[in-house]
């Protein structure tokens, strides 16, 4: 394959200046000017993958290893040395994917020393590359308002093809790197194609080893590791395991910590497994893994960058669905749900946990009745779905997880949980599915989701034993997803890490008994909650909570209803969560008791709906709520019209004036901001050197105020 030929002086460079004083040539302002391609050195040994903002440089002769990694914004270096591109493990024997031998130091590299480099032993050799366009990852059937308006993912797929040694020859292995237009972002994963005529165990793999420079020195102590200057993620985490590891790299013997325990090897695995049995012909293909180089220390623009790195990587995170968690499965409360969301621009109802709604029931008068439902919601324009339990439920001694400690069930993540690699794990998921094909529901909340706990059964149908395990379920799971996704079907799933797989929301980070604390409490506590989990978070990709009615406890002193009796406070949720971008789940038997609350809900939906694209947009944090002074955040976005949009808080119980200072560089606004508030006329404000507007604002007590800045 032709790479376009580079010359060598400039692969050892490659910076691209991104200084901070011209917004226009900032990625997380306007990333276009950056597109992705895959170059060649003029001697025809190295290969440089960049798009003008992280370039990761592959030595190709005699073998295959990544020799640097480079962030062009700032100039920096990531990588020490050279280390093998992974390793596999095939029939209890391991084997390096790539790498180079007789290496003498490991704290630095010099470009003079490639050429003495010889390959590992018994390692996988690099035979051909191919470059190709980004493909998508999944489909995603966009049916509902989301603030990414279409998926067409922009950038280079590099493939390095590897040949195994004499011992697994026919074994070929396929490393895959895509690199994204106008984002830092670098993934892989690799396929492992079995043409040796025979059956082969694939018993374990890395996916990536490189030997980063450390963060820190420090000689007595454990230093931090450079997860602060380099963030990794895959489509694989999940809440009880990971497969991002830093560990510590025994051939860097001239590091500065005495007991040789930097943690400056950067290791991409799975804890367990797969223990994958690969037929004759067989195929199989890894998790992916992501790399992201930070450019700044700054706490908003470190997690502005995690932020765009998950919207580049799972658009469908940015559909928002307006929508109430209904507590009843009552054809009459159903349909009165549907019609009050009618009345007040509600787009969505969900039949929340303790509806009634069983997926799992086949029989043909339960999918009847809610198809009639789905039926009579579609008719008025409302999409409708529902929750179900998977784990944190016992099933029985034959179906449930095996601790590995123990050798029984319990003691897991939630307590005991079903394997999903059962006999009744699998009908589960056809069952699942079956429902949502019958019925045609929009909606999916599924709890709990899958923890990542092992399972050390060897009776269970789909898997053989602990090192599979957490393989296979994961990938049931995966499958699962990724058909939703491609059908349209919205998921709410708490845990964060199957939002790479195609789930579109989990929860924002909230303490569930804190909605049976006092209302007046909810309120700062909630507004907190968002503040938090906003960081790393897109408001799309979260939600929150208002118990209209008793969640834990708390009694009538925790809920809204009577919600007329309690509509200051019904507001304030909303207008709170509305004014975040972060969907609530308004959890109840109804949105409105009364035309009052009706045209309250109105309003303010109507509002929402008016700024929507902005609301929806990236939060700049301004002041986190504490109940003694103003709070408020900040939405930007440099593509729309409103280009800012900000909510201030007073939580006292006097009007207070404050001049507070907008920091308006991400709006991508340069010399002047017209700055309105909510109605009132809008003036023109010159920014200064630093891209910060003062304001002036009086909030009314216990109230709030909004700016749209364009």
């Not at 909630?526 to 009694?555: A, C, E, M």
């Not at 509002?607 to 103003?630: Q, T, V």
Request: hydrophobic share 35%; net charge negative.
């Amino acid at each position: 394959m032709r790479h376009c030929r580079i010359a060598a002086a400039l692969l050892l460079t490659l910076i691209v200046s991104c200084a901070r004083e011209e917004p226009a040539k900032d990625w997380l302002i306007d990333g276009s000017p950056f597109i992705s391609s895959v170059e060649e050195s003029g001697d025809g040994k190295d290969i440089i993958l960049t798009n003008g903002l992280v370039s990761r440089i592959f030595r190709i002769q005699p073998n295959l290893a990544t020799t640097n990694i480079i962030n062009n914004s700032t100039g920096e270096t990531f990588i020490r040395t050279a280390s093998p591109e992974g390793t596999i493990t095939i029939d209890g024997k391991d084997y390096s994917l790539g790498g180079l031998g007789d290496i003498d130091e490991y704290g630095y590299l010099l470009e003079g020393w490639l050429d003495r480099f010889t390959p590992l032993p018994d390692s996988f050799q690099v035979v051909d590359s191919k470059v190709t366009d980004l493909t998508k990852r999944m489909e995603w059937n966009r049916k509902r308002w989301s603030l990414i308006k279409d998926w067409d993912p922009k950038g280079k797929e590099l493939i390095f093809f590897l040949e195994g040694p004499e011992p697994v020859k026919g074994v070929k292995v396929e490393l895959h790197y895509e690199i994204y237009d106008g984002a830092p972002i670098i993934g892989k994963w690799l396929v492992v194609v079995n043409e040796s005529g025979r059956e082969i165990n694939l018993d374990r793999f890395t996916l990536e080893e490189l030997a980063v420079v450390e963060y820190e020195s420090d000689v007595d102590h454990v230093p931090h590791s450079p997860e602060g200057k380099l963030y990794v993620e895959s489509d694989w985490r999940q809440v009880s395991s990971t497969t991002t590891f830093w560990e510590k790299d025994p051939r860097y013997t001239s590091q500065v910590n005495y007991a040789l325990n930097t943690p400056c090897l950067l290791v991409s695995r799975l804890p367990l497994g797969p223990d994958e049995t690969l037929e004759a012909g067989g195929r199989f293909e890894s998790y992916r893994n992501w790399i992201m180089p930070f450019d700044s220390e700054d706490r908003e623009r470190k997690t502005l960058s995690i932020r765009r790195f998950r919207t580049t990587l799972a658009p469908w995170t940015t559909e928002n669905p307006i929508f109430m968690h209904l507590t009843s499965s009552k054809e009459e409360d159903v349909k009165a749900a549907i019609d009050q969301c009618v009345e007040t621009g509600y787009e969505m109802v969900i039949l929340s946990f303790g509806s009634g709604l069983n997926m799992e029931d086949e029989s043909e008068e339960n999918i009847a009745r809610f198809k009639g439902y789905v039926d009579y919601a579609h008719s008025r324009g409302i999409e409708i779905g529902g929750y179900s339990l998977l784990a944190s439920r016992w099933i029985s001694d034959d179906v449930d997880i095996i601790n590995p400690d123990t050798g029984k069930r319990g003691g897991m993540t939630f307590g005991s949980s079903p394997c999903l690699s059962s006999e009744w794990g699998h009908e589960y998921f056809r069952k699942i599915k079956t429902f949502f094909e019958k019925t045609g529901m929009d909606f999916f909340e599924h709890d709990g989701s899958y923890s990542g706990d092992p399972c050390a059964s060897t009776s269970h149908a789909f898997h053989k034993g602990l090192e599979d395990s957490q393989w296979k379920q994961r990938k049931m799971l995966e499958d699962l997803y990724k058909w939703m996704r491609a059908e349209g079907i919205y998921m709410n799933v708490p845990d964060e890490g199957t939002l790479l797989i195609g789930s579109t929301k989990c929860f924002i980070g909230y303490r569930e008994v804190n909605w049976s604390l006092p209302r007046e409490r909810q309120v700062i506590l909630g507004r907190q909650n968002i503040y938090d989990g906003t960081w790393k978070r897109i408001p799309t990709s979260s939600w929150t909570f208002t118990p209209l009615v008793q969640y834990h406890g708390g009694g009538a002193a925790a809920t809204i209803e009577p919600l007329d009796e309690h509509l200051d406070f019904y507001k304030a949720h909303m207008i709170q969560n509305y004014g975040s971008g972060v969907q609530s789940c308004y959890r109840g038997f109804r949105l409105y008791d009364t035309e009052r609350t009706k045209e309250a809900i109105k309003e303010i939906i109507s509002w929402y709906k008016e700024h929507r694209d902005i609301l929806c947009s990236d939060i700049i944090h301004l002041r986190r709520p504490d109940g003694r002074d103003w709070d408020g955040i900040m939405h930007v976005n440099p593509s729309l019209d409103e280009k800012g949009f900000v909510m201030l808080y007073n939580p006292t119980d006097k009007d207070i004036s404050r001049t507070i200072t907008l920091p308006l560089y991400y709006t991508g606004l340069t010399g002047t901001a017209r700055i309105q508030e909510q109605d009132g006329p809008a003036r023109r404000v010159r920014l200064d050197r630093r891209y910060n507007a003062p304001v002036t604002v009086t909030i009314p007590a216990n109230g709030y105020t909004w700016l749209v800045i364009k």
